[in-house]
Structure formats: C-alpha cells, structure tokens
C-alpha cells in the first residue's frame, strides 16, 4: 500500500477500532500465510489463507515468518515450497484503517471553523486537533504529589523538640495532603472513565473533552497526551452550544458539587507558595464537543 501516513497512535480503543476495521473491509484477517509451490519445469502454483484470531492482535507491528522446503528427485525435477505469514497488531491496523477512511472520503469529517459544531449531531465521526489537558481533579492530584515531594526535600517528616526529660513529636504536616490525595484518587479510580480536555487548533476556538476508557490506557498514557499537541478521530457523544457549560470530569463524584465550591477548594489546595498551579478550568464552556475517540495519534 502506497504513501500510508506513519501515524503514531498514543490512544486507541481497540473494539471500536476492530469493528470498524472489518466494517470497511469486509472482514478483517488478523493473520495470513501465503504458500507458493515452483517445480523445476517452471510452472508455479500458488494459493493464500487466512485465520481470524484476536489473540494476534497484540503482537509485534509486523510479525513475518518465512519458510522454505527444497525437493529433488533422480529426474532432475525440483520442488521448492516457500511459506510467509504475517500479524498485526492493533496499532498497525490502526495506521492502515485511517488511510482507507482518509481515501474513501466520506467517512471522517474535519470542522473547517467553530460554527460547524451545530450541522453535525451525535454518532458524527470527526477529526481534531489540539492540545491535550487533564481535567482539574487529574491536574490536582499531581499537584499534590509534587507539594509532597518539594516538602520531604525542604523539612523532615518528624520534628522532635526536647522538653525537659522526654520529647515531643509534632503533627506530621504532610498528613493532610495526603488524606486529601487519596480521596481524591479513590474518586477517580472508582469509574472506568477518564476526562481530558483539548482546547482544538482545528478548528480554533473549539473546546472538547475527550473520553477515555480506563481499560485502555497504558501506564505513561495521561503523561504522554498532557500538554502535547495530537489529531484525534472519534464520535461525537454530545455537543455544547455557545453559553453552555460541561464539567471537565463529570464522571467523577466531585463533579456533583457546585463549581464555585470546587474553584474555592482546589484554590486553597493549591496555595502553596513557591509553586505554580496551573490546571483546567472546572467546567468547559461551549461551543463544545464531547467525543469517544477511536484513536489519539501523531
């Protein structure tokens, strides 16, 4: 196949991805073997088959093996078998499925400017592009995790002070902090679900959040995608007209108290002089899309 884009997926939901892959092209082989058979007159024969099987979606980018039998007899005829078989993985499928979908045309709409937000409606396969951001409660959490790590470097955990005979240990400050993280995170485990934010470069002035599954995440994934500049492919789940707003992780159970609560708590977590907070606004305002992304590449 000529001039396929190397894309890089970071992201990809991989039922989704199968599923469309086999809806294009009519079925989907996972892996093929090619057998093709030469005897010494010159005549050749050949024949190929494929298998389905979704355990061999996971292997290496492209998984070739080739074997050769060489035959001969006291006629001076020869027989040579050669076989190759070839995998894919997810992220190969991935690159080839974006290329058909970019070469059919029809499939994947790209927004030329803000005010087509309201000509395409729910179940709309769009593509994007924009900088990623986690949402707030995300963004919080690592500020925490940094604030405990600063404070370990600048004090003890323990402080002792003599009195008299005997001592006194004084209330480990970063206690709070940390009781404050892990509720923070225990909210955040408890869906399978991950917000993140992308303010769109294309087309500009448009915000979207982008949901994730959980499932489908690698350990470095949210590191990987946070402040980094990505095209996204997904469906449209819902749209956030202009004076709308949406919260950045609705998911979550913190997203059921009022935005200006939430504003004023995560202000004081974060009031810690000598570092910068920065994280996403609590609610996104339209015009907005929310999307379930087939894939996150670059």
Known sequence: MKN??????????????????????????????????????GAAS?????????????????????????????????HETRKESKSYTEASIAIILYHQLQQSGGYIVKLENVE??????????????????????????????AADIFSRMATPNTQTQAKGKGTTQSKNP???IGRIREALNLDRKRTPISNVVVRCSEPQ??????????DNLR?????????????????????IEQG????????????????????????EITNTEGIIAQFTDVQVEGPAFQILPLMIFV
């Open 4 to 41: 396929v884009p190397l894309i890089h997926p970071i992201y990809l939901d991989v039922p989704m991805l199968v599923s469309f892959a086999a809806a294009v092209q009519g079925g989907l082989v996972l892996e093929a073997e090619v057998t093709a058979e030469k005897k010494g007159s």
């Open 46 to 78: 050949a024949n190929a088959s494929g298998k389905f099987g979704l355990s061999k979606l996971f292997q290496a980018l492209v998984d070739t093996s080739t074997s050769v039998e060489l035959t001969g007899n006291l006629s001076n005829e020869s």
């Open 116 to 145: 087509d937000i309201q000509k395409y409606t729910p179940g709309t396969l769009i593509e994007i592009a924009g900088t990623v951001e986690k949402n707030a409660v995300d963004a919080v959490i690592d500020y925490l995790d």
């Open 174 to 176: 970063q206690s709070e």
């Open 205 to 214: 002035d448009l915000n979207a959040v982008v949901t994730l599954r959980t």
């Open 219 to 239: 350990d470095l994934t949210l590191s990987e995608l946070h402040r980094n500049h990505v095209r996204i492919v997904g469906k449209i789940t819902r749209s």
């Open 244 to 267: 709308e707003t949406m919260s950045s992780f609705e998911n979550y159970g913190m997203a059921m108290l009022p935005p200006q609560m939430l504003n004023g708590v995560f202000a």
